[in-house]
């Protein structure tokens, strides 16, 4: 390594604990996950059939949230109506509340909805709308209605409008009429940002590590859970999620009101990940399950050996991904093929907004060597001054590298299959490194 | 027109529809669009995070860099100009920039910050220019026509005299194929033996200023960049002609006309007539070699519905039924100006058997598709994604975004050529949709 990737070296829990400490002079990164709040409230809002969200401001924020179409990516929360009061200059100096009540009956008049969830971009926010007052008393019999001031200029983020979003589900669960626990049932929470096929596949294997362990699904939040569904999760015995973190808020009221227990493992990435994933449910919920006499989990220990030795001893692995979750992931599952892992690409703003997940998984025991560098040269540069490193990332600038190019997506990540998927596929990428005519390597 | 106008009268005190969702985006996205037409064009948004994603979307039909100045309530209280300086330069030093755009927000609008005097004070070393990007003001294709505007009235130079150039003023974002589109354009143009300048589609800033010596303006679709042409006219006295778009053999037959009666060049209704015989040639012989004619008989039956902005839409609906004898029983204009005259003036062009929905909103277009049930649909992704469960459709994509299929190569759908390319895409997608 050179003097100046040494000085570029680090670790991941001084990052964290200088930016707790606002030790670091942060500057918002472009991660395109790192959308407004009002977005991850109308994604969530977005889940259950039987609601309607109507964002009060301009309509140029609403029609942001179709941008995967022409990217050629498309969710259920595409096609679902994307309402907006669609704020003129005219709102903007006499306000846009008259506006809000009518779209608000237009609503019922239209859809009758169970729900009707009204979040603000920053128009109305920074004119004040008195958007509580205007749906105070407009609620139709049997008909809830939420409200959320989430405008991006708040700073508050994807993440904070997802938290907001479940905070005010929660508090409708706590208003319905109460309902028995059903002990030994628990509700699943798989990743969000996966779709289609994948999107199945991973709820599926979810189901079936849980099953696995002798437990019942009561419930899974999922794009399209009717609203009564969503109310009745808080009949369950706990709650177990893919990825914790974008759940958490919900685990925690729900624990809060009802008692609901909370499986705060995650990120069953890997066989030892997701093996720390079902021993944490079967802990919580006083079940002895013999890992030990698991023929499935015998053959998975026998792959890894066989992509262990196949990786050999001591080799370094540089993970460049989101600074997120899939980063802890993708660190575990390095490391759980005997590899070395390096973090490389980790933004600091991000750290900062997702500073609850990070401060848990440090104190969890989670560490890893940082190199400080989000630019594609100078990570190029530290990859070509290791010996042999497996590059662990979603885009490919590493000819003649061996990549392990892993999007969660759109692969199979998840529990014991999603380990299985893993481990072959990274033979695959050990065996096949990528030509350099390849269309699938990023072209600079 | 036997039209349905979207537009209940709007309560006294209310401005607009109380709530649509919109068919038209924000205004960042238009302006983004337009600056990273300019090679080393990046853009600076001053707002908040959410609104970087309107500059992003840009990069998916433009090279366009981009950042934000990670606005928020502190600075929406006490003002962002500071942070907004530092993030000129750094934007700047990031993205080997040669124009620099600014794209002010809804926030930063409402605050009232003074992003040119922060411009001014930054002095950076290339060309800086604010933009206003503010949702509230403009949509996505108004932002387009402004910035274009913008841009020229910086950088046109004054007229020295001409050089027998045409300009043509790029229809940018209009729709996922509109730079194939400009460069069939260009090529049409440039048999009347002209230079032709293609504006806002790949230039550099000097393009912008050479402009002025053109002879004559084209609008490559009359609803993009009229405020840019009358630039060109009041600054340069530049004349400017915005024909229908050349969608079909006779369209495109008309516009050639329209081009050489601007420039009094003598071409006949007879020389442009013989081009679209050789391109209905090139039909019949291309025909020749597939077993059946049946998706063309198909087009006289069928539901056919077209979706897209007013021009276009119109455009299309003139193609289908004189051109390939298939009527739309259906035509969507997706439009928040229903009341433009010029766009009703298109409707009353349609056929009279064609139902005519003026709207700005998605949610009545979706009505409208799940009412008619089309076979064939005209339109973008977006229909069609949510079109997909009524029953099978054959779709072709002739609205943004349409990205469903990807063509590497140039493939436009306008002039003679693309007309060509249109059909051959129609006809396969009946095929595969109904055998």
Known sequence: MTPAIEERMGLFSELVEAVEADLVRIREGLDMHQFCAYWGAHEIFGYIDGAVCVVHGTSGCMSNRRFLLPFGGADKCHLEPQYTTAFSEHDVIFGGERKLAEAIALVQERHNPKLIAVITNCCADIIGDDVGGVVRGMEKDGQRIVWLHTGGFTGKSYRKGTEEAFNALARLMAEAPPKQVVPGTINLFPRRWVWGENQQREAAEGIRMLEKLGLKVNSILRKGIPYEEFLDLRTAEANVSQCFFWSMELFEQMSRHFGTKQIKASNPVGLTSSLAWMEATARTMGIDYDFDNDPEVAELKELRERVRARVGRGRKAVVWTQTGEKLVGLVKFARDLGLDPVAVGVDPAIVRDKMGMFRKELNDGFDVPLYLSSYVEEIKGFVDSLDDPVVICNEDYFPGRVVFRHRYNGQQTYGLEGARSMYGEFLHALDNRRSRYSFLREAV | ?435
């Open chain 2, 1 to 435: 027109m036997d039209g349905i106008l979207d537009t209940a009268p709007a309560a006294e005190g209310v401005s607009g529809p109380c709530m649509v969702d919109p068919v038209t985006k924000c205004a960042i996205f238009g302006i983004a669009q337009v600056v990273g037409e300019i090679r080393g064009g990046t853009v600076l948004v001053h707002g908040p995070k959410g609104c970087a994603f309107p500059a992003f979307e840009a990069t998916h039909l433009s090279q366009v860099r981009f950042n934000y100045s990670e606005m928020c309530e502190k600075t929406v209280i006490f003002g962002g100009e500071t942070l907004l300086r530092e993030k000129l330069w750094e934007t700047y030093h990031d993205n080997d920039t040669l124009l620099m755009g600014v794209i002010s927000t809804c926030s930063s609008e409402i605050i009232g910050d003074d992003i040119e005097g922060v411009i001014a004070s930054a002095g950076l070393p290339v060309p800086v220019l604010k933009f206003e990007g503010a949702g509230f003001k403009r949509t996505h294709r108004q932002a387009i026509d402004n910035a274009m505007a913008v841009l020229l009235k910086r950088f046109l130079r004054a007229r020295e005299g001409s050089d027998g150039s045409i300009n043509l003023l790029c229809h940018v974002g209009a729709h996922s194929r509109w730079k194939d589109d400009c460069v069939e354009l260009a090529a049409l143009l440039r048999r009347f033996g002209r230079p032709v300048r293609p504006l806002f589609l790949d230039n550099d800033l000097s393009d912008l200023a050479a402009a002025a010596a053109a002879d004559l303006t084209v609008l490559a679709s009359p609803d993009v960049g009229d405020e840019a042409a009358r630039v060109l006219k009041r600054k340069a006295k530049i004349p400017y002609i915005a024909p229908p778009p050349p969608i079909g053999l006779e369209r495109t037959a008309d516009w050639l006309m329209a081009v050489a009666g601007a420039l009094g060049d003598p071409l006949s209704r007879d020389e442009v007539d013989a081009l679209a015989d050789a391109s209905r040639r090139r039909f019949w012989t291309g025909l020749g070699r597939v077993s059946s004619q049946r998706p063309f008989e198909h087009l006289r039956t069928a539901r056919i519905a077209v979706v897209a902005e007013p021009a276009a839409a119109e455009a299309y609906a003139h193609l289908l039924t004189r051109e390939l004898e298939g009527t739309p029983s259906l035509v969507i204009f997706k439009t928040t100006t229903p009341d433009d005259p010029e766009e009703r003036a298109l409707a009353d062009k349609l056929p009279a058997t064609s139902r005519v929905v003026v709207t700005g909103d998605n949610a009545r277009i979706e009505a409208e598709l799940r009412a008619a049930c089309p076979d064939i649909l005209l339109g973008s992704d977006l229909d069609f994604i949510k079109h997909q469960g009524a029953g099978r459709v054959a779709y072709v994509g002739v609205s943004y975004p349409s990205t469903r299929r990807v063509y590497l190569n140039p493939r436009s759908y306008w002039g003679f050529d693309g007309a060509l390319n249109f059909v051959e895409d129609l006809f396969n997608a009946v095929t595969d949709a109904h055998g």
